[in-house]
């Protein structure tokens, strides 16, 4: 049974490009999650997904980013007009059920904005 | 709002010495209470959780962790350290079901214990 999958591992962007970061979750898993480690930090919420709707925005910036789950393929963040700041690894992780069951997460995709 | 504070920022132990990483949390209730370790350059791995019944939780890796209720505590503890623990430990605590006292959806973590084996 493969585990959360996310790519690509590592990204480079130079300032003003588009950055997609991919999440697949477990097999039999609807529930995702984003979130964002900063540099000596510890993973901080951005939002939460099931197939088709955003449950819980709350932890996004307002604007540059955005996220998906469709029907079909992989959860979907999206961050436009990338600064610096944004360097950072998110993670995504998923869950069977209920938002609240233990949540499993993938390897990370590190984003270096140049 | 919801918050997890690991007093210990890093903590260096002898190999084949006992371990014990703080939690504490604040919450509007009782919060599900969760141990993740992440090695370096990799994803986070569940360790243990507690969401009811024995306080006393046993998870892999040989770690076990304690909720104290009076001490809105979850803290980690291993008797005895492999140079392959090191790495860095998160604390994270979510939502029960049901409750209704506002905040996000997802894990609040702490910033992470930062744990050197020594040999």
């Known amino acids: 049974n493969a585990g959360v999958m996310q790519n690509p591992r590592h990204l480079v962007r130079r300032r003003g490009q588009e950055a997609r970061l991919r999440c697949s979750p477990m097999?039999?898993?609807?529930?995702v999650y984003w979130y964002r480690q900063l540099p000596e930090e510890g993973l901080k919420f951005m939002v939460y997904l099931q197939k088709e709707n955003i449950i819980d925005e709350s932890g996004m910036p307002k604007e540059r980013f955005s996220a998906e789950f469709p029907k079909e393929g992989p959860s979907i963040l999206r961050i436009q007009q990338v600064v610096r700041g944004d360097s950072a690894a998110y993670f995504c992780?998923?869950?069977?059920?209920?938002?609240?069951?233990?949540?499993?997460f993938g390897p990370g995709t590190r984003l270096l904005v140049l | 709002a919801q918050s997890v504070t690991q007093p210990d920022i890093h903590i260096t132990v002898s190999e084949g010495a006992s371990l014990e990483l703080r939690c504490n949390y604040s919450?509007?209730?009782?919060?599900?209470l969760f141990w993740y370790v992440q090695s370096p350059g990799q994803g986070l791995q569940l360790l243990l959780k507690y969401f009811s019944g024995d306080t006393l939780v046993q998870g892999i890796k040989g770690f076990e962790a304690e909720f104290k209720r009076s001490q809105s505590s979850f803290n980690l503890r291993k008797p005895s350290v492999h140079w392959s623990d090191a790495a860095e430990y998160f604390c994270a605590v979510g939502a029960p079901v049901g409750y209704s006292g506002g905040g996000a959806d997802g894990l609040t973590f702490g910033k992470g214990t930062h744990l050197i084996i020594q040999p």
């Open positions: 919450y509007g209730a009782t919060p599900y």
């Open positions: 992780a998923s869950s069977p059920r209920k938002y609240q069951e233990t949540q499993y």
């Open positions: 097999k039999g898993h609807s529930h």
